[in-house]
């Protein structure tokens, strides 16, 4: 297809998620186009290394799609973070709570899997994953258990895990797609010692709690102001993260998730799944050693 469309400026990835890496790093040695891809970026770190550096040798820019950065209420969160108005950051929580039947998985074969996908942390959670580490920063440790409640697949549908970032705070992420019989909630919490944050809805899309010590005219509003109403899970965000895209590429402005960022919560997920794996706590930075993600059933551990 590039070959009859040469004029192309940026590819964007949305093959599967265990070929992420592979197609990425062939179409930026053949053809040198900017790429677009779809989370999460890779299944293991080691190919996200490969990505970000095929990319730095070409010279083009790797983009991983984390949408929902753009959500309304997520950048007021943001913007009350950067402004210091919760102080001491206490605990974040995220909540995944969607429905996948079993017919969800029978419509591909990859899916569900290790090799090509990952569960409900690796794939519907990795964008609040990523929410709760742009907003409580670096995570220092990690400790989590998973189960496969509902339905037959090799991964989990499934799982809680417990965080302990650099700056003191604890994450709390409860991620399951075991909800019957329709999606519940994708929400994210922010609490600290100035204030409380909650935002809820199905797709982290609608503000329900904002309560800060140094309440200002404008806290009054924002529960009404900031909320959408998107039809389905994925939300608005795309196409404000597409412009993004544009705009760095035609203005070189800041990428707000170039491949870098893409991978810190890929090192996150890889970490609680080295630590199902193991049943201890895994500190960042490691080498996965017992993670499957990434592998098919017989490669070694």
């Not at 959500?71 to 709570?97: D, H, S, W, Y």
């Not at 895994?282 to 993670?291: D, H």
Request: hydrophobic fraction near 40%; aromatic fraction near 8%; proline fraction near 3%.
């Amino acid at each position: 297809m590039l070959e009859k469309h040469p004029e192309a400026d940026v590819v964007s990835i949305l093959t599967e998620s265990g070929n992420h890496a592979e197609h990425t790093i062939d179409i930026v040695k053949k053809f040198k186009k900017h790429v677009v891809v779809e989370k999460p970026m890779a299944l293991n770190l080691s190919k996200a290394d490969e990505m970000i550096r095929t990319c730095d040798e070409n010279g083009v820019k790797l983009f991983v799609v984390k949408q929902n950065r753009y959500n309304l209420p997520v950048m007021k969160l943001r913007e009350a973070l950067e402004q210091g108005r919760f102080g001491k950051l206490v605990i974040g929580t995220v909540r995944v709570r969607w429905c996948r039947p079993q017919e969800y998985y029978d419509q591909d074969a990859w899916r569900g899997t290790w090799a090509m996908d990952g569960g409900v942390f690796a794939n519907q959670a990795s964008h609040h994953v990523d929410l709760l580490e742009w907003m409580l920063g670096e995570p220092v440790s990690v400790f989590a258990k998973s189960r496969t409640a509902l339905v037959n697949i090799e991964t989990e549908d499934t799982g809680v895990a417990v965080i302990q970032f650099k700056n003191g705070a604890l994450g709390i992420i409860e991620a399951t797609t075991a909800t019957r019989p329709k999606d519940l909630e994708g929400s994210l919490s922010i609490l600290g010692e100035r204030g409380s944050v909650e935002i809820g809805g199905f797709a982290v899309n609608q503000m329900k709690t904002w309560n800060f010590i140094d309440e200002t005219e404008e806290d009054k509003l924002v529960i009404q102001n900031y909320a959408e109403m998107p039809p389905n899970v994925y939300g608005f965000g795309h196409v404000k993260y597409l412009e993004n895209v544009c705009d760095n590429l035609l203005n070189h402005t800041r990428a707000l998730v170039d491949g870098l960022e893409g991978r810190k919560s890929l090192e996150l997920i890889n970490a609680i799944y080295e630590s199902i794996e193991t049943g201890k706590e895994v500190f960042l930075r490691f080498q996965p050693k017992k993670c499957k993600l990434g592998k098919r059933n017989g490669d070694k551990q």
